[in-house]
């Protein structure tokens, strides 16, 4: 069932198209990842979706409306870069929020005290906001967005200032809020929305280039690819395995060459041919599946 249905959305600024007409719908239960490079048009993308920002053009539908047909009672918004009280406790400020949002204050104290044991920070709830570290300021965040069971849970970059801790933490509370309400989160980390999406938007230069979910998205564009590493610069063999009949393209990354084939059993035999006839110093030669990272590049370059 469709939770959002968005129909030619775009965003004019200055003169220039910034969201390029975009069509897409949400399903319910969904973790979506917006995906796209810095400049994309994800954070606009997500501004208008929430409100915050009036579209040049299209439609946004919510499938299910509330009384008052305000898209408020249906979205929960966590901006990039979050604003708290500073001086307020994390508890505080989830009253202070959901009173906002007109639950009554024993409604409020109860959905308070569930979310704080949920993203895991119950233990400071008392603390002054100012006290917590990045990860659990980002963890209070999605709790404030949680706080009157949105429909759709919008997340724009959610992870991307963490360092390591704070960024696994969060990772780990998105998979579990996905049994409880559809996700869209924005990001450039490719690695992120492979991990925990069921579908993906790729968005470029404000257009969807691709859509759909991450398995039927591999296929779609899946090429078998032979991952190679040697002891000496890779640079050296990339004209040699260039010049195989069996190889369509090499990508070099961090040393390590990535070989798109046509057919794996004749490109193996090639490679490892030339290998053993110029004793290449070979540390690792191995099939590999086409990453996200492969289906970015291939359809931002096509």
Same mark, same amino acid.
């Given at each position: ?36 490079? +810095? ?26 409306? +509330? ?41 409020? +104290?109860?959905?308070?005290?569930? =979310? ?23 963890? =209070? ?67 969807? =280039? ?51 084939? +046509? ?40």
């Amino acid at each position: 069932m469709s939770v959002i249905k968005v129909e030619q959305l775009k965003k004019v600024f200055k003169g220039k198209e910034v969201v390029k007409g975009i069509s897409f719908e949400l399903n319910k239960g969904r973790c979506v990842a917006l995906l796209g490079p +810095n400049g994309a048009g994800k954070t606009t993308t997500l501004r208008m979706l929430s409100g915050l920002l009036k579209p040049s053009n299209g439609s946004i539908k919510f499938q299910e409306k +509330n009384a008052l047909n305000d898209i408020r009672y249906s979205i929960g918004y966590l901006p990039q870069y979050p604003v708290f009280h500073s001086w307020m406790s994390g508890k505080e400020f989830l009253m202070y929020v959901g009173e906002l949002a007109y639950l009554s204050k024993k409604e409020a +104290n109860e959905r308070a005290e569930e =979310l704080l044991k949920k993203v895991a920070i119950d233990d400071a709830k008392n603390q002054r906001i100012s006290k917590y570290s990045g990860g659990m300021k980002q963890r =209070l965040g999605i709790a404030q967005a949680m706080m009157h069971k949105p429909k759709l849970l919008m997340l724009d970059e959610p992870v991307s200032s963490l360092d390591p801790i704070g960024r696994r933490e969060v990772l780990t509370l998105m998979e579990e809020l996905k049994e409880e309400t559809t996700i869209l989160f924005s990001t450039h980390i490719l690695g992120d929305a492979e991990e925990i999406c069921d579908d993906l938007l790729l968005l470029h230069h404000g257009e969807i =280039l691709e859509s759909g979910s991450i398995d039927d998205l591999r296929k779609r564009h899946q090429s078998p690819k032979f991952e190679l590493s040697l002891r000496d610069s890779a640079n050296k063999y990339v004209d040699k395995i260039e010049r195989l009949e069996s190889v369509n393209t090499i990508v070099l990354e961090k040393g390590e060459l990535h070989i798109f084939v +046509n057919d794996i059993a004749r490109a193996r035999a090639e490679i490892l041919t030339k290998a053993v006839q110029e004793d290449w110093p070979i540390v690792k030669f191995e099939l590999s599946r086409t990453s996200l990272e492969d289906l970015f590049m291939k359809v931002v370059q096509s």
